[in-house]
């Protein structure tokens, strides 16, 4: 797939069109299978948390998608936003954490409602979507260095980029309409952190915001709308806007070589990234130890510095939505040790008043010795003991493969409310993913 110079729109929309009509490597097609079972498993084990935008859908528009878990059918845009939202709901969607962000909750829903629509195949279902991977990866590699210390959001920055590609490339744009559709979406896109620092609900639509948005730009240009040729790279563009930079270094030459989506990661926690594996330390320290909560005098938890400092993550209350205790540090860890877990019903419990001791007796310092998503846990007790933990990932920790993440996805089924059977039903039909004659499948086993 090489490319010769031209606006990187341009080269955007080829690499789109060329990975709808050439079989991706087979690597690619199982990390995409991957990808789809553990955010199928968190949305369906998030649906306690779906309430609250079902009345926001239902009855929008024709039938033409289902909402997963709920089942109702309602309009694509509507779909794409509620199915994203719900897929994030529980912040343990996949990351690809080189841009910081969530693609699959910006992408895959989307295009799931879209191709429902369409009533196209399994295939082209699997060619768009990792499309709309690269496309967000590749930006989000480029200028997330810059955006995030800036505010923004790289999840909805990004995604809503992905969304585009993907949903252009069902729709069957040529290479000008999938760069016109990317181009809109960069003006769709957006989103901020500030959400994280306040403990505020915004993070709880910004995935829906920029699946519907990316939908909604491929729709734009299949009808002939038009996007700006150097959206990414000229002196009033994406980069300059977003992330204070004159054009970028890219020039996206490796897509279609360079496989980003083989570098998604998975959480085993409905925590932030950052916190999985101070969770993880921890939960093993106080376990192999016998140390119980009301025995602990401090608390430390050492991070790489841009860990430590990214938004949310020094964070000591009040946590008025699930969207602050995930973030902190201090409450995740505290979480962890006394209830030796992380769950959704634990972030929740943010009233306890042991919890609160704990928080309060929590240090959050930066090491620079440790790597991005590494942790070391420091505990002391009331008698003068001292237990260390430290965890530094590699490659395999959360980069699991299929078996990993089907482990992971049974972990998490008896918060869904689907039986043993749908589920395992579930797995098979994601493992039939290119063969399938239409989407419904998928759908039909997230329904309760």
Not at 230 to 250: R, S, T, Y
Not at 335 to 353: C, E, S
Not at 421 to 434: H, K, N, S, V, Y
Request: charged share 25%; proline share 4%.
């Amino acid at each position: 797939m090489n490319m010769t110079k031209q606006a990187i729109g341009a080269r955007l929309g080829r690499f789109v069109v060329e990975c709808r009509e050439t079989e991706p490597p087979e690597e690619v097609v199982e990390k995409l299978r991957c990808n789809l079972l553990h955010d199928l498993s968190c949305a369906m084990a998030a649906y306690t948390e779906g309430p609250v935008i079902w009345p926001l859908v239902v009855d929008r528009g024709p039938a033409e998608s289902t909402l997963l878990c709920e089942g109702t059918k309602v309009d694509a845009e509507h779909a794409a936003f509620a199915n994203a939202v719900l897929m994030h709901a529980r912040a343990q969607d996949d990351t690809y954490y080189s841009a910081k962000s969530h693609l699959g909750s910006s992408v895959i829903p989307p295009s799931l409602a879209l191709a429902e629509q369409l009533g196209a195949d399994g295939e082209r279902f699997t060619r768009a979507v990792i499309a709309g991977y690269e496309v967000a990866a590749a930006v989000g590699d480029a200028l997330e260095k810059s955006t995030t210390p800036r505010g923004f959001r790289a999840s909805m920055l990004y995604g809503t980029l992905g969304s585009a590609a993907a949903c252009a490339s069902l729709l069957g744009l040529d290479e000008q309409g999938v760069a016109n559709a990317v181009a809109i979406a960069s003006s769709f896109s957006g989103g901020l952190s500030q959400t994280w620092i306040e403990g505020t609900t915004e993070w709880r639509w910004e995935l829906g915001m920029a699946a519907r948005n990316g939908l909604w730009a491929a729709r734009l240009a299949s009808n002939g709308a038009a996007g700006a040729r150097n959206w990414l790279e000229g002196p009033a563009g994406f980069a300059h806007a977003f992330a204070g930079q004159d054009g970028v270094d890219e020039d996206f030459s490796e897509l279609g070589e360079r496989w980003r989506i083989m570098d998604v990661i998975y959480k085993p926690y409905p925590v932030c990234n950052i916190t999985q594996s101070p969770v993880e330390a921890a939960i093993s320290l106080v376990a192999d130890n016998d140390v119980e909560a009301d025995e602990i005098e401090s608390i430390r938890c050492l991070l790489n510095p841009v860990d430590r400092a990214y938004p949310g993550t020094l964070n000591w209350g009040p946590f008025e939505d699930v969207g602050a205790s995930l973030m902190s540090a201090p409450f995740c860890v505290a979480m962890a040790i006394k209830d030796r877990d992380a769950t959704l019903a634990g972030l929740h419990n943010t009233d306890d008043p042991v919890m609160r001791e704990l928080v309060a007796r929590t240090e959050v310092l930066a090491d620079e010795r440790l790597p991005e998503l590494a942790s070391r846990i420091e505990l002391t007790t009331t008698t003068g003991e001292r237990h260390v933990r430290e965890l530094i990932p590699d490659d395999s920790t959360y980069g699991w493969d299929w078996d990993g993440v089907l482990t992971n996805s049974r972990r998490l089924h008896d918060e869904m409310e689907i039986s043993s059977d749908a589920f395992e039903g579930l797995g098979e039909t994601i493992r039939a993913l290119t063969e399938l004659d239409s989407v419904e499948p998928l759908l039909r086993a997230s329904i309760k």
